[in-house]
C-alpha cells in the first residue's frame, strides 16, 4: 500500500508543564531579597515559612510581597495567563492572584517528599490552581559526575513529577535536572518531590502558589 495515510496523535490527558527561562535581573534581584531576609533577625522570623510546608530543607522564607508583585507583572503573569487560556480557549484568565511564594534553601541531604500544593478542605478562596518550582543556584555536587549515582539513573538533586500509572505506552514519572533560571509551571494537584544532593554548597530555589480567575471570552 502506497497511499499517504492521514492520523493525529492526541494527548487529551494528563498534566502540562510550561518552562521559561528566568530574567537575570530576577535572579539578582530575588537573591537580594533572601540576603536581606536572612541578615536580618527579625525578618528571619517574620518571613519564616516552613512550618506550612512539608520539605526537610535548612530555611524556608517568604518572597518579600513587593518584589513578587513587581515580577508577576513583568514576568509570571504572560506566561501564566497564556497557560490558562491555553486549557480554556473560550476564557479570558482576567485575574492572577498569588496566594503564596517563597524561597527555598536546601543543604546537603535535604529532601522534599513526594506532595501537592493543593488545600482540599479549606475554603475554596485559598485553593490554588497552578504551582511552580524556579531555580537561583545550584550546589556544584549536583553536577559531579564522581558521585555513587548509577550513570543510567542520576537523581541528584533532581525533581521528579508523578502523575497516574505506569504502562507500556504512558509514563507515570518525569525527572528533571535542574538548570539556574529554569522555571517551571505545573497544576497545583501534579505531585512531586525532590531528590537530596550531597555538596558543600546551598541550593536555593523559589516556589509560588497561584490561583485564577476567568471571564467568558466574547464572541463574535
Not at 26 to 36: M, N, P, Q, Y
Not at 104 to 125: A, I, L, M, R
Not at 135 to 157: F, V
Request: net charge positive; aromatic share 12%.
Amino acid at each position: 500500500m502506497t497511499d499517504k495515510i492521514n492520523f493525529k496523535i492526541l494527548k487529551p490527558f494528563g498534566s502540562t508543564l510550561a518552562k521559561a527561562e528566568l530574567p537575570l535581573k530576577l535572579v539578582s534581584e530575588f537573591f537580594k531579597d533572601l540576603k536581606e531576609i536572612r541578615g536580618d533577625k527579625e525578618k528571619s522570623k517574620t518571613h519564616d515559612f516552613g512550618h506550612h510546608l512539608v520539605g526537610a530543607v535548612k530555611n524556608e522564607f517568604l518572597i518579600t510581597p513587593k518584589l513578587m508583585l513587581k515580577w508577576k507583572q513583568d514576568f509570571f503573569n504572560p506566561v501564566i495567563k497564556t497557560y490558562a487560556e491555553h486549557h480554556y480557549p473560550n476564557k479570558i484568565a482576567k485575574k492572577i492572584i498569588i496566594l503564596s511564594a517563597w524561597y527555598v534553601v536546601s543543604v546537603s541531604g535535604d529532601y522534599n517528599p513526594q506532595h501537592s500544593h493543593t488545600n482540599f478542605g479549606k475554603t475554596e478562596d485559598k485553593q490554588p490552581h497552578l504551582s511552580c518550582v524556579g531555580y537561583l543556584n545550584l550546589a556544584t555536587q549536583m553536577k559531579d559526575e564522581k558521585s555513587h549515582e548509577k550513570q543510567h539513573h542520576r537523581t541528584n538533586g533532581h525533581i521528579e513529577f508523578n502523575e497516574g500509572s505506569e504502562g507500556i505506552f504512558t509514563n507515570a514519572l518525569h525527572m528533571v535536572k535542574p538548570e539556574v533560571r529554569d522555571w517551571y509551571l505545573f497544576p497545583c494537584n501534579l505531585r512531586h518531590s525532590v531528590y537530596p544532593f550531597f555538596g558543600d554548597e546551598e541550593r536555593i530555589s523559589f516556589s509560588f502558589n497561584a490561583k485564577v480567575e476567568f471571564e467568558n471570552r466574547k464572541m463574535n
